[in-house]
């Protein structure tokens, strides 16, 4: 595999990316999938397309081996007239405040809500957190969404604030 480093051409970034060409070798088929999917999907190039793919690929693999802090999504539709449901729901994100970061939740027709959970924290626990939500009765259909990232802390959070915050909420 041949490997040409060059600095990526971006004027708006500050700091230059440096990307590296590599050469893949597909089938016909496989190269037709993909200039379809560029053009239905608006990538500006098989590069992004292909750069997009693997970065998800990737994603997923440290999703699975690893155990290493991520930011992402529980999304899940539900019937919100199951029987407690709502209450199940929220005790879950309670139970785990420390990855549950926010959440929202838009009552779509009939008795369906969509929610929308942003959490952050090792994979393994995400997975755990998003399974035991989507897995509630009521829950028709549920996804986690993990991305290699985190959540810039805005405010530095002490045992002694969480002692305080303990004492003023008796």
Known sequence: MKRNTKPAARETQKKRETVSRVSLSLSEQLLSELDVMVGERGFASRSQAVGTILHRSL????????????????????DHTANGLGE?????QRKHIDEVISSLHVHLMHHLTLEVVLVQGPAKKLEAIANAMITERGVLSGRLELVA??????????KDDAKKARRTSK
């Open 88 to 92: 199940r729901l929220a005790n879950l």
């Open 149 to 158: 990232a985190l959540i810039p802390q805005l405010h530095p959070f002490t």
């Open 59 to 78: 994603v997923e693999h440290q999703h699975k081996v690893g155990d290493r802090v991520m930011v992402g999504t529980i999304t899940i539709a539900y």
